[in-house]
């Protein structure tokens, strides 16, 4: 089975993305993406993750032919080809439809630096792309330009897209970004946040450069 690690890691995390509720239903995707062999595995589209076994997951080239599995890739297929395009460095992509991301994404807001945290997406503030219908090529354009040099960005009236080195550290970027926006929805029911000026988040960023464990041969 081509790309068997992958659809077996697919797999365990759609089961955990729906356990952490960052998706309900069937709704969110995650794919991993190699580019030695030019190939991405992407979670099946309509499909309960709790019913979601290795061999259920597509895995498809760059330019949506499907290479291997008997399941209908996901319809947000288009969205993770483009990240992938877009940011060399991208080895995964998690789509979410997180209570709180999603929230600001139907305000139309961007995630501010509420909380330092937000530098785990390598940015001072998390934009919002204007709305597009799922699943549309347009819609993979547009969150590509308005995510820009961060690694996660919000759909308008959608959800969340965020990426990193492995699938690990994308879906662990989700997480952190479901967190700042209920910490930001959270201080904007009792007043106006203070967000960290550019200068402190700066200083923040240059920080989490040596931040954490490393990892051999694996981009940030």
């Given at each position: ?100 991301c ?17 530098a ?10 204007p ?21 996660a ?68």
């Amino acid at each position: 089975m081509r790309m068997n690690e992958a659809r077996r890691q697919i797999a365990a995390y759609g089961r955990r993305m729906s356990a952490d509720r960052l998706s309900t239903g069937t709704s969110g995707n995650l794919s991993i993406y190699d580019p030695a062999e030019g190939l991405m595995a992407i979670s099946p589209s309509g499909m309960a993750y709790d019913a979601i076994a290795p061999e259920d997951v597509v895995v498809m080239d760059l330019e949506a032919h499907v290479v291997e599995g008997g399941r209908k890739p996901s319809s947000e297929w288009a969205l993770h080809t483009a990240f992938y395009r877009a940011k060399p460095r991208a080895r995964a992509v998690v789509h979410a439809h997180s209570m709180y991301c999603t929230a600001f994404a139907i305000l139309g807001q961007p995630l501010r630096a509420v909380h330092y945290m937000i530098a785990s997406a390598g940015t001072d503030v998390i934009p919002c792309a204007p709305y597009r219908t799922f699943g549309t090529v347009e819609l993979a354009e547009t969150a590509v330009e308005a995510c820009g040099e961060s690694d996660a960005v919000l759909l308008a009236n959608h959800g969340l897209v965020a990426c990193g080195a492995d699938l690990e550290r994308a879906y662990a970027l989700a997480c952190d970004m479901e967190f700042l926006a209920e910490l930001q929805y959270r201080a904007m029911c009792i007043g106006d946040p203070n967000v960290l000026s550019h200068q402190q988040m700066a200083e923040v960023l240059e920080r989490f450069q040596t931040y954490g464990q490393p990892k051999d041969d694996s981009p940030r």
